[in-house]
């Protein structure tokens, strides 16, 4: 069951369709736990401007990705009238965690998290894509770092990474 690394900027926005290959939402973003750096499942809108509604797809209702997600189940399986609302601060959307700011010892403003990157089948963990802010001669590099990297996470993250191993991880 192998879908290769995934990011979530490409991720959102796409079909979603149940076991008949019946268009049910696009998704809207996705629930992760900052705390672990996990997924915990798909946020997928459905009806139109006046009358969207949301609901969530755990990661393992998931059949397959391709162009589109597929479900493992059928519409009429899926709770669509149910508002999502978070219950607690430890359920965070990725658009609450994009562009967070991400500091060193050394750089009080080192960049912001960009993106993350994840691979469905690898206990749903993910890494993150930091754009570092100054200091490259082709614009923005980014990096990626994953949890162990990080001494602190919050709204301000802190990479306990040094400026050589920052410079080493720069594409």
């Known amino acids: 069951r192998g879908y290769g ?22 998704v809207s973003d996705l629930g992760i736990d900052c705390e672990q750096f996990k997924i915990r499942n798909i946020l997928i ?16 209702e998931i059949n397959k990705i391709n ?3 597929h479900l493992k189940s059928s519409k009429e399986e899926q709770n669509i009238a149910t508002p999502i609302e978070v ?38 963990t993910f890494d993150v894509v930091i754009e570092k802010l100054v200091g490259g001669p082709l614009g923005k590099p980014s990096f990626t770092a994953s949890l162990e990297d990080f001494s602190n996470v919050d709204i301000l993250m802190t990479l306990k990474l040094d400026k050589n191993e920052i410079k080493e991880r720069l594409k």
């Open 87 to 124: 219950s607690s601060p430890e359920d965070y959307f990725f658009k609450n965690f994009q562009y967070r700011v991400v500091k060193t010892n050394e750089e009080p403003l080192l960049g912001l998290i960009k993106d993350i990157i994840f691979d469905l089948k690898n206990d749903l």
């Open 45 to 60: 809108s459905t009806g139109g401007i006046f009358s969207k509604k949301y609901f969530t797809a755990d990661i393992d």
């Open 5 to 26: 690394l995934m990011n979530a900027e490409k991720l959102k926005g796409m079909k979603v369709l149940d076991n008949d290959g019946v268009q049910i939402g696009k």
């Open 67 to 69: 162009s589109n997600i």
